[in-house]
């Protein structure tokens, strides 16, 4: 997934998220411009999976 098709969907994403992922609060998802590697890094430790198993998880949302 490349930066700017998660910049121009992720509040869908992230509502998805929520979803498929109850435990992931707003904090977790909290998405600022270029700041891409701490958004994957919350979500590596909350979910303990990796940085590329979150990229695909998130680009087959």
Same mark, same amino acid.
């Given at each position: ?6 910049? /121009?969907?992720?509040? *869908?994403?992230? $509502?998805? &998220?929520?979803? @498929?992922? %109850? !435990?992931?609060? =707003? ?6 411009? /270029?700041?891409?590697? *701490?958004?994957? $890094?919350? &979500?590596?430790? @909350?979910? %303990? !999976?990796?940085? =590329? ?9």
């Amino acid at each position: 997934m490349n930066d700017l098709k998660l910049k /121009g969907t992720w509040n *869908e994403t992230k $509502g998805k &998220l929520k979803m @498929k992922y %109850g !435990e992931l609060t =707003d904090d977790d998802l909290a998405y600022t411009e /270029g700041k891409e590697d *701490e958004l994957f $890094g919350r &979500l590596q430790n @909350k979910l %303990g !999976e990796s940085k =590329d198993a979150i990229r695909k998880m998130i680009s087959d949302l």
